[in-house]
């Protein structure tokens, strides 16, 4: 991967408008459009009440939305300089003179008809289903993004290509419970903990595997969490939570140069990685 690449991972949720007084106007697909056509009219930038959040349109239509989320940061931290190079020499910018703002931003697609949403991951960019239910909130207008669940242990599974690791996260008591064996803090007082996760590196699984599984999926007094991480058959990586029952399929990006240059790329990209979502859901 080249310096002028930069490398991402595609998440998918369901996406169900919630009906009310002020948003009925029939299926789920319908009242998705209505939301958003009503909050995002034209092709430009909406920002939150406190100006921190905005979303920008790029494209819409009856099929899909498409467009940048982006959280702005105000805050320059003292001890980081910024520099501007000039003719090969490097000169400071000074922060308190000229007032920088920085943006962190991601892009987004929602195919309509299908009720799916596509994001590309960027933690400084902030929670995409978060800022959109804030804008929409305005309009007095919700959506339900929803991860994709699977009830069949077996079907969950067989997902996956290879299992690279088990990551267990227990419950409050069965935390402590299980800390206090650890012999390198003898005594009751030495460490009350409030969590514990344990992750566990696979180099194989066996015949009994599945059948293990099942014996700690009802378990969800003992784990709060109990994920499956692997690889699906084209080289995705997958988290599959066994006491959730929710199942999360990322895929990755690859971008070249700048990101804002690459929008027909980008948007494509997102709209190909949901149909195939779709079409393994449906088929």
């Known amino acids: 991967m080249s310096l002028d690449c930069v490398k991402k991972s595609i998440y998918f949720y369901k996406t169900l408008p919630e009906n009310s007084l002020f948003c009925?106007?029939?299926?789920?697909?319908?009242?998705?459009?209505?939301?958003?056509?009503?909050?995002?009219?034209?092709?430009?930038?909406?920002?939150?009440?406190?100006?921190?959040?905005?979303?920008?349109?790029?494209?819409?239509d009856s099929e899909h939305i498409f467009g940048m989320f982006c959280k702005k940061d105000e805050n320059i931290n003292k001890f980081m300089r910024l520099k501007s190079?000039?003719?090969?020499?490097?000169?400071?910018?000074?922060?308190?003179?000229?007032?920088i703002i920085l943006e962190y931003y991601s892009f987004f697609y929602i195919d309509i008809n299908r009720k799916m949403t596509a994001f590309i991951s960027n933690k400084q960019s902030g929670k995409f289903t978060d800022i959109l239910n804030e804008l929409l909130f305005e309009e007095n207008y919700h959506i339900n993004f929803i991860p994709y669940s699977i009830e069949s242990l077996e079907k969950a599974v067989s997902k996956f290509k290879r299992i690279k690791n088990i990551e267990a996260t227990y419950c409050k008591k069965?935390?402590?419970?299980?800390?206090?064996?650890?012999?390198?803090?003898?005594?009751?007082?030495?460490?009350?903990?409030?969590?514990?996760?344990?992750?566990?590196?696979?180099?194989s699984t066996g015949k009994q595997f599945v059948n293990d599984l099942r014996k700690i999926e009802n378990q969800n007094?003992?784990?709060?969490?109990?994920?499956?991480?692997?690889?699906?058959?084209?080289?995705?990586?997958?988290v599959f939570?066994?006491?959730?029952?929710?199942?999360?399929?990322?895929?990755?990006?690859?971008?070249?140069?700048?990101?804002?240059?690459?929008?027909d790329f980008i948007k494509t990209r997102l709209k190909d990685e949901l149909q195939l979502i779709y079409l393994e859901e449906n088929s």
């Open 24 to 60: 009925s106007q029939g299926n789920d697909s319908e009242n998705l459009k209505f939301m958003l056509n009503k909050r995002f009219p034209k092709l430009t930038i909406y920002q939150s009440k406190d100006g921190k959040y905005n979303i920008e349109i790029k494209s819409f």
């Open 85 to 99: 190079v000039k003719n090969d020499t490097p000169q400071e910018i000074d922060a308190e003179q000229e007032k």
């Open 174 to 203: 069965s935390s402590q419970e299980r800390f206090q064996k650890i012999s390198e803090y003898p005594g009751e007082n030495s460490l009350v903990i409030e969590s514990l996760k344990i992750i566990l590196k696979v180099s």
């Open 221 to 238: 007094k003992k784990y709060e969490k109990y994920k499956i991480v692997g690889e699906s058959d084209d080289g995705i990586e997958q």
């Open 241 to 263: 939570d066994i006491i959730k029952r929710l199942f999360y399929r990322n895929a990755k990006i690859e971008i070249q140069g700048n990101p804002q240059k690459n929008l």
